[in-house]
């Protein structure tokens, strides 16, 4: 398997923008994660899903933020309006089900919000 | 309120010293600890995972404790390299709910 494959790698967009990050998690594992991670703040998780259905979304900072699984394979996080502090290099992430599962993150998008 | 504090934000040593990086927890009661490294440009790796009831986890170079009357784990490289220059992740998962990351320490080997 290739891994978690994240896209695009770089993004860089004026403020008021829509931007689209996409995910293609690991084939088999039923849980997605879309992290976010700044110097100041560290990793933050945004939202998860659990069999495609979002879990928990209470990271997710302001309704400009969404994000969708469709199905097994895909998941994007959208935000519209993008604003300048939103820049952030984002991770998706999955693992398999359960306790004691590490955690599988792609490369990441290098979001730049001018 | 619930945190996860990684002491150091950078640590440098000398190759071939032992690397050691500190984890500690607050208002949390994790079934267990993970470990992470980072790279520059690069998502998070997991290193180690270890539970509750273990007090010690060795993989190669790699030794992780976790003393939960403490909170707190501990992550030692020995014999460390330039090639284990990165940023390090500890984090937990509170229950059953996503891991919780500390912000990492950026360990630098010098040669």
């Known amino acids: 398997d290739a891994g978690v494959i994240q896209s695009p790698r770089h993004e860089v967009t004026e403020m008021g923008q829509e931007v689209t990050l996409r995910c293609k998690p690991i084939?088999?594992?039923?849980?997605l994660f879309w992290y976010r991670q700044t110097m100041m703040r560290g990793l933050e998780l945004l939202i998860y899903?659990?069999?495609?259905?979002?879990?928990?979304d209470s990271g997710m900072p302001e309704d400009r933020f969404s994000a969708k699984m469709p199905n097994a394979s895909f998941s994007t996080l959208k935000i519209q309006p993008s604003e300048p502090r939103d820049s952030a290099v984002y991770f998706c992430a999955s693992t398999l089900t359960g306790d004691y599962t590490e955690a599988f993150f792609g490369q990441g998008t290098r979001l730049t919000v001018v | 309120s619930q945190k996860i504090e990684q002491n150091s934000e950078a640590l440098n040593i000398q190759e071939g010293k032992t690397a050691t990086l500190t984890c500690n927890y607050t208002?949390?009661?994790?079934?267990?600890l993970q470990w992470y490294r980072q790279d520059p440009g690069r998502g998070p790796v997991f290193l180690l995972l270890?539970?509750?009831?273990?007090k010690e986890k060795r993989k190669e170079r790699l030794k992780v404790t976790f003393d939960t009357t403490l909170k707190q784990s501990l992550f030692h490289i020995t014999a460390s390299q330039p090639a284990d220059s990165a940023t390090y992740l500890c984090a937990l998962n509170p229950g059953n709910t996503p891991l919780v990351f500390g912000k990492g320490t950026r360990l630098s080997v010098i040669a």
């Open positions: 084939s088999g594992h039923n849980s």
């Open positions: 208002n949390y009661s994790p079934a267990y």
């Open positions: 270890i539970r509750e009831n273990e």
């Open positions: 899903f659990n069999n495609n259905v979002p879990i928990d």
